[in-house]
T-cell receptor, first 115, second 115 residues
Framework: AQSVTQPDIHITVSEGASLELRCNYSYGATPYLFWYVQSPGQGLQLLLKYFSGDTLVQGIKGFEAEFKRSQSSFNLRKPSLHWSDAAEYFCAVGLDQTGANNLFFGTGTRLTVIP | GAGVSQTPSNKVTEKGKYVELRCDPISGHTALYWYRQSLGQGPEFLIYFQGTGAADDSGLPNDRFFAVRPEGSVSTLKIQRTERGDSAVYLC?????????????FGPGTRLTVL
């Protein structure tokens, strides 16, 4: 069965520092990969997605992620954090199967940014 | 343009009562999804509509949960005989899905509390 693992429940980083959030998935074929961000009281907002092609994808707000097939990973990165990046981050996997178009989410990583 | 909207934003009910949660998707999006997000967890899939029909309802936890989308736009999630364990944030998402995995646009959610 497919699954998504985000091993870090909570991360605290200083403003201006770099960030890497880990995501590993379990699936027999190449999945569709997503990172979403959720701020308190807000809906999930898509940061970036990987469907095929270049394994390094750029997203909004200066985020990027790299798909590594050999490691079944899709880690999210940002070179310099801003205080407004504090939020909950979710990695998700979509399966390309007819009739099964829902997303499977990890448990999320809560990011705290200290000034 | 308008995003996905959900009403009410908060719903408090008593155990055993019936509730309805509404989702208004982005205009023109044929696919609509319901997810449930419990505290400290990622969203979990409930049901997926393609047009008016439920293409996949495998995530509904039991027969107390039911959802409709009679005209292929607005959807209502219905929960009968609510239980305290139903307390969660219920998220709706829509997508210009044409039978394939695609980006999903999420609403702000309805926070359901069952006392």
């Amino acid at each position: 069965a497919q699954s998504v693992t985000q091993p870090d429940i909570h991360i605290t980083v200083s403003e201006g520092a770099s960030l890497e959030l880990r995501c590993n998935y379990s699936y027999g074929a190449t999945p569709y990969l997503f990172w979403y961000v959720q701020s308190p009281g807000q809906g999930l907002q898509l940061l970036l997605k990987y469907f095929s092609g270049d394994t390094l994808v750029q997203g909004i707000k200066g985020f990027e992620a790299e798909f590594k097939r050999s490691q079944s990973s899709f880690n999210l990165r940002k070179p310099s954090l801003h205080w407004s990046d504090a939020a909950e981050y979710f990695c998700a996997v979509g399966l390309d199967q007819t009739g099964a178009n829902n997303l499977f989410f990890g448990t999320g990583t809560r990011l705290t940014v200290i000034p | 343009g308008a995003g996905v909207s959900q009403t009410p934003s908060n719903k408090v009910t008593e155990k055993g009562k019936y509730v309805e949660l509404r989702c208004d998707p982005i205009s023109g999006h044929t696919a609509l999804y319901w997810y449930r997000q419990s505290l400290g967890q990622g969203p979990e899939f409930l049901i997926y509509f393609q047009g008016t029909g439920a293409a996949d309802d495998s995530g509904l936890p039991n027969d107390r949960f039911f959802a409709v989308r009679p005209e292929g736009s607005v959807s209502t999630l219905k929960i009968q005989r609510t239980e305290r364990g139903d307390s969660a944030v219920y998220l709706c998402a829509s997508s210009p899905n044409r039978g394939r995995v695609n980006e999903q646009f999420f609403g702000p959610g309805t926070r359901l509390t069952v006392l």
